[in-house]
Structure formats: structure tokens, C-alpha cells
């Protein structure tokens, strides 16, 4: 009767264009814990001269079917020297819904969906070494090895047969909570 009380684990997520200013502020917020106070990579903040022209995609845990907080993020964006090529980076999730194999994915997905309807042709991304594999088995190559900010990464490249376009991602998809 007495017996703790596991704490509450949202079942649904849903994963968008973050376009609301809570919404970015919070992907913000979770780039610079999981960059640069967790992981090291970069001193006091993440951003950079990307963040300007990317579009931030959020990962939103539901309570009740209202969107309660963001728990994870990845940006996007076009390279404008080399038409039809865009990139995904700095994909963080919450330490505590890290065991939770379709945020990841799920933010993945969007991202590359989404600039497939915006005319990719070519969908890269760095991508630490420890994280290649989930890329792989979701249709990504990967191209090379390399070392950058002192952690080792792979070049990786998406199929795009794999990602349909998805024309709608400011409403972006529904996930359900699976452990990895």
C-alpha cells in the first residue's frame, strides 16, 4: 500500500517545427545542457552562425494531450552555396528520456521528411560515433570518419527513398513511448 509511486512517463510525444517562442527558448535551453554542460564540446553556449537560417525542431512530451515540455531537439538547414544539400545537427534529447527509441528517431524523421518537401536532394549530418548506429539502421550511410570538437564522428547521409516528404511539420507527427 505504501510502495512508491513510479514517476510519470509521458506515453505520446510530438515531434515539430518549433514555432513557438517557448518552444525555441526551450530547444535552446536543452542544446546548451546536453553541448555544454553535459558533454563538454563547447564553453558557456552551442550557437553559432547556423542557428540564424536553421529551423529548430522540438520533441514535446503531452500531458493530457497538451504539450507539457520540451525533451528533445535537432535543427536543420539549407546550404545556400550548394542547392538542394541540407544538414541536421546538434540532436540533443533530455538525459531522462534518452531509453525513449522514438524520440530520436521520430526527430530524425521530421527533420529529413521535412526538408525532402523543401527540395533536398542530399540530407547530411555529423554524427557522433556512439550514435552511428541508430542512424544506420534508420536507411543513413555513413560517408567517413572524422574527429571534430575532440569526440569521434561519421559524415553520415540519409536515404531519402526512406523519408517521404512531410509538407505539414509545424504539426509534425505523434509518437509512442517505446524503451530502446
Not at 554542460?37 to 503531452?62: H, K, M, N, V
Not at 569521434?152 to 513511448?177: I, K
Request: aromatic share 8%.
Amino acid at each position: 500500500m505504501f510502495d512508491p509511486v513510479p514517476p510519470y512517463r509521458p506515453s505520446h510525444f510530438r515531434v515539430k517545427f518549433a514555432v513557438a517562442p517557448w518552444e525555441r527558448r526551450a530547444c535552446a535551453a536543452l542544446r546548451r545542457h546536453v553541448f555544454c554542460a553535459e558533454q563538454g564540446l563547447f564553453e558557456g553556449d552551442d550557437r553559432d552562425a547556423i542557428d540564424a537560417q536553421a529551423i529548430p525542431i522540438c520533441a514535446l512530451s503531452t500531458l493530457g494531450g497538451d504539450s507539457d515540455a520540451v525533451v528533445g531537439t535537432v535543427r536543420i538547414h539549407a546550404v545556400a552555396e550548394r542547392p538542394g544539400e541540407w544538414w541536421g545537427s546538434r540532436l540533443a534529447v533530455e538525459r531522462s528520456f534518452r531509453g525513449t527509441a522514438a524520440l530520436g528517431a521520430g526527430l530524425i524523421q521530421v527533420a529529413v521528411a521535412s526538408a525532402h518537401a523543401r527540395g533536398c536532394t542530399r540530407f547530411l549530418a555529423h554524427v557522433q560515433a556512439q550514435n552511428a548506429p541508430l542512424f544506420r539502421t534508420l536507411h543513413w550511410a555513413s560517408l567517413a570518419e572524422l574527429d571534430l570538437h575532440g569526440r569521434p564522428h561519421h559524415l553520415m547521409q540519409a536515404d531519402l527513398a526512406a523519408y517521404p516528404p512531410m509538407h505539414d511539420p509545424e504539426h509534425g507527427l505523434v509518437t509512442l513511448a517505446k524503451a530502446a
